[in-house]
């Protein structure tokens, strides 16, 4: 059976849900300030005016692929606000999802590791509070790392859920497995269009989460695509930083090369430009629909990744490239469309309470994110990561405290079983602490070989100690 189409183209107070106050929009564009972004009317909207959701979300999509992506950045960036400090608070395929889904950290919802799936409380999701809300919900594309491809995904209406794979992959389509001939990023608009199109009979609102398999490994572009030029890109200074002495273990023997790196940033901006094209395509269908102006779109990876920084090509590591995303937010009758930056620090654990927020509907599950429609601010973000065995090498388990201008993070003598159940003693075994304002690239810990007064100096006292609290909230 085909379906690749016949076309590759194309926790601060509210303020209320509608409008921006006057001047959002030109505080937005200062780097000095975080946007406000202030709502007028503090009721839930009517069923009748409650906004579409449109969520995407990439795979292992580095922050600097933009180039591959002109057509998004246009519509939900240009178009919206742009986040330049978007993260993942757990820089792995289905914790981030699922913290995308509920709003809370991994310690929190459980699902510590890829296989641990099914350990996520399907009530606490944003599907599940929309659906309950009267929302017409559909899936198209990845789900969950590990999920079993025959069991249907919880409080969805509609789904075309992917074996995750670039041609003539398996699906479960609305509950019948079968394979499917065709590029799977085409498969994907396909179906997501057909969705929509249900809208100009059904009223309902509806909530579509979009998620292609591109940029992850083996980043197989579509045909067209297979030859295109990229850019060139000569790396940066951590890329790969050539005294590793100040690191952990694994990354001392790390060995991945620049020309490793530029390979695989090739495949992955190859494999993102039908992504593009897909969201454009959506695009156009909002507006043939007049759908365009009232639905909230969100945009962001699942986590980024290295590109042999400090000799590392992967991500599951705290290093800045491997949890900074894209993340883009676009909703012009909410007052999201004048094309503004936000400097906030937001991550994925604030895309549910955005998306019930814009929505109207208070959550009745707890939540560790913010809405980004409120004045809600972060100086710092927890990201954590947990080794899944304990086979030799790779990152042990971490967490770090991430602000805007330092980073600290501690590996601890921990590790999951398939379940995602914690075992060891929770020793520290080593520790790194980084200025991001003087040392962007992460080359120096100056906790190597630091003395007592100098860790002193630095505030670790005081930074272990909040880590340690983030990691117990």
Known sequence: MSENGDSETN??????RRGFLAGAAAVAATAA?????????????????RPNILLIVTDDQPKHTEWATPQIVDWIAGHGVRFTNGHVTTPLCAPSRSSVFSGRYAHNHGVRNNGASHSLDQHTTVQRHLKQ????????GKYLNSWTLADNPPHFEEW????????????????TVQTLTGYTTNIIRNRTLAFLEQAATDTRPWFAYVTPYASHEPNVPA???????VPPWNGRPSVPEANRDDKPGYIQNATATLADAQDLRTRQLRALLSVDDAVQAIHDKLVALGQLDNTLVIYLGDNGYTWADHGWLKKSVPYSPAHEVPFYVSWPAGGLGAGTVD???VANIDVAPTILDAAGITPDTPQDGHSLLTTATRNHLLVEWWKQGTAAG???????????????????????????TVSGTGEVKFREYYDLAADPYQLSNLLYQATPQQEQALGIPALAAQLAADRAA
């Open 133 to 140: 809300a009267g929302y017409r919900t559909g899936l198209f």
């Open 160 to 175: 075309a859920l992917l074996q995750p794979a670039y041609n003539n992959a398996n699906w479960n389509i609305n509950g």
């Open 33 to 49: 300030a975080p946007v406000t972004l202030q709502l007028a009317g503090a009721t839930p909207a009517a069923a009748a005016t």
């Open 223 to 229: 045909a067209k695509y297979a030859d295109t030029a």
């Open 343 to 345: 400097h906030r620090i």
């Open 394 to 420: 790779g990152p042990p388990t971490w967490s770090s405290y991430v602000a805007a201008d330092k980073q600290y993070t501690e590996y601890y003598a921990l590790h999951t079983d398939a379940n995602g």
């Open 11 to 16: 926790g601060s107070p509210r303020v209320g």
